[in-house]
């Protein structure tokens, strides 16, 4: 019911634009966010959108980092700037409604020379 994409490799330094969409069927969302999830780490927070027009970002991507919402599109994106190797990771998409948390399937971003 998430359909997450727009991960790849990319030169540090360089920027990715990721998306994800939610089916027609998830209604009521409160928030939408990203976390990612690197080798022998825990997930985290990245960034999170709520419905009442907050965000707010990890310590380690502000500046960098931008999550936006389309909602007519029921889409939440993550433009990342100014990437490091250290943001290698796979980026998932969670999106919470009044009644139920949904879990998008991950798009691995590599940030590698």
């Known amino acids: 019911q998430l359909q997450a994409s727009g991960g790849g490799l990319v030169q540090p330094g360089g920027s990715l634009r990721l998306s994800c969409e939610a089916s027609?069927?998830?209604?009521?969302?409160?928030?939408m966010a990203w976390y990612r999830q690197s080798p022998r780490k825990q997930r985290e927070l990245v960034a999170v959108?709520?419905?009442?027009?907050?965000?707010n970002y990890a310590d380690s991507v502000k500046g960098r980092f931008t999550i936006s919402r389309d909602n007519a599109k029921n889409t939440v994106y993550l433009q990342m700037n100014s990437l490091r190797p250290e943001d290698t990771a796979v980026y998932y998409c969670?999106?919470?409604?009044?009644?139920?948390?949904?879990w998008g399937q991950g798009t691995l971003v590599t940030v590698s020379s």
């Open positions: 959108d709520s419905s009442g027009g907050s965000t």
């Open positions: 027609g069927s998830i209604f009521n969302i409160i928030a």
């Open positions: 969670k999106v919470v409604t009044n009644v139920q948390i949904y």
